[in-house]
């Protein structure tokens, strides 16, 4: 019965582990680690946009943004973006797709959607 129980409510916590995006200003992307000073990611360079669910919601974060940069993958927590404003800039490529946003705000489980590929334009 205990297995049971521990299986029924176990979640599934992924969660990245970062650098994450910090800031963004007229040069570019500005990245952070847990114990690293900020680095500069020129945005000419990302070639990916993913948006990763988990299970965790609605009382922990459970959508995060997925940049990924030749120069190493960082993340961006949904949360922090309070009034749409990094929305608006992350869907601002041409290309990108608004129906993964859709999906991912509903998704209720461990998942990835791909929202912008620069190989698809």
Known sequence: MI???KR???LDRYSPSGPWLSHFDEDGIWIKGTREKEKFRDP???FRIWIVTNNLGPFFEDVYWKFEHPEGDF???QSKDK???LLE???SPKGFDNKAVQEAM???NKNEFLAWD???L
Do not use: A, E, H, M
């Open 89 to 91: 800039i992350f869907q």
């Open 8 to 10: 029924l409510f176990v």
């Open 106 to 108: 509903i998704c209720t």
């Open 83 to 85: 009034d749409g404003t």
């Open 44 to 46: 000419k360079r990302l």
């Open 118 to 120: 620069r190989s698809s």
């Open 75 to 77: 993340y961006y927590p």
């Open 3 to 5: 297995q049971f129980l």
